[in-house]
């Protein structure tokens, strides 16, 4: 059963715009969430987390906001650049050591 | 200065073969992983092994056999591999921290049973 679900399979945006990656989780007690980005024959790579306590975080052009009540997270990057195309991750843990649950993947085009 | 990193990257092999595969960590941390990412792309975990014991064992088939020598290293190994084991299988690690762990990946392996 999954309990970490990325409803869009893909996006596609224009240089320089806002891309929003969505994400929404079903097990209460997860409590730290986390975005990787995948290039194709590449290993997922950490971009950015978000524990539970908190419900913002930033990293330059990255951001990600955590809705608690609604079970929901999204990623925030802006401005989009081409070599942000890539496949992003959603996953989230309910511990410390315990493994990742991951979301499918949108797979996001940034055109010039 | 590869963090983690997997042998071999490309793997063909017969049904019924056994064979392994190797992850290796540079990073100091005590807690690794192994994960599958299946033909729907789906990633799932596999086994988490911290300080070499094994913690986390997902309902996955006794012929996949991790050995972990030391906490660096963790390795998969396979018997009689069956047609649906075709997978990327990515290696993980992370530091268990009080609060958060950030897992760090392996470039992954592609193995293809033919």
């Known amino acids: 059963d999954q309990q970490v679900k990325q409803n869009s399979p893909s996006l596609s945006v224009q240089e320089g715009r806002i891309s929003i990656l969505n994400c929404d989780y079903t097990?209460?007690?997860?409590?730290?969430f986390l975005w990787y980005k995948k290039y194709p024959a590449e290993g997922p790579t950490f971009l950015i987390s978000?524990?539970?306590?908190?419900d913002k975080n930033e990293d330059g052009r990255f951001t990600v906001f955590l809705n608690k009540s609604a079970k929901h997270l999204s990623l925030h990057i802006v401005p989009s650049q081409p070599g942000d195309s890539a496949v992003y991750f959603c996953a989230a843990s309910q511990a410390s050591g315990y493994a990742l649950n991951f979301g499918k993947g949108t797979s996001l085009l940034v055109t010039p | 200065d590869t963090a983690v990193s997997q042998t071999p990257k490309y793997l063909v092999t017969q049904m019924g073969n056994d064979k392994s595969i190797k992850c290796e960590q540079n990073l100091g941390h005590d807690t690794m992983y192994w994960y599958k990412q299946d033909s729907k792309k789906f990633l799932k975990i596999m086994f988490s092994?911290?300080?070499?014991?094994?913690?986390i064992n997902e309902t996955v088939p006794n012929r996949f056999s991790p050995k972990s020598p030391d906490k660096a290293h963790l390795n998969l190994h396979i018997n009689s591999l069956e047609l649906g084991d075709s997978a990327v299988y990515f290696c993980a690690s992370s530091q268990v921290a009080p609060i958060t762990d950030t897992q760090y990946f392996g470039p992954g392996t592609r193995l293809t049973v033919l």
């Open positions: 097990n209460s007690m997860f409590d730290y």
């Open positions: 092994y911290n300080n070499k014991e094994l913690i």
């Open positions: 978000i524990s539970s306590i908190k």
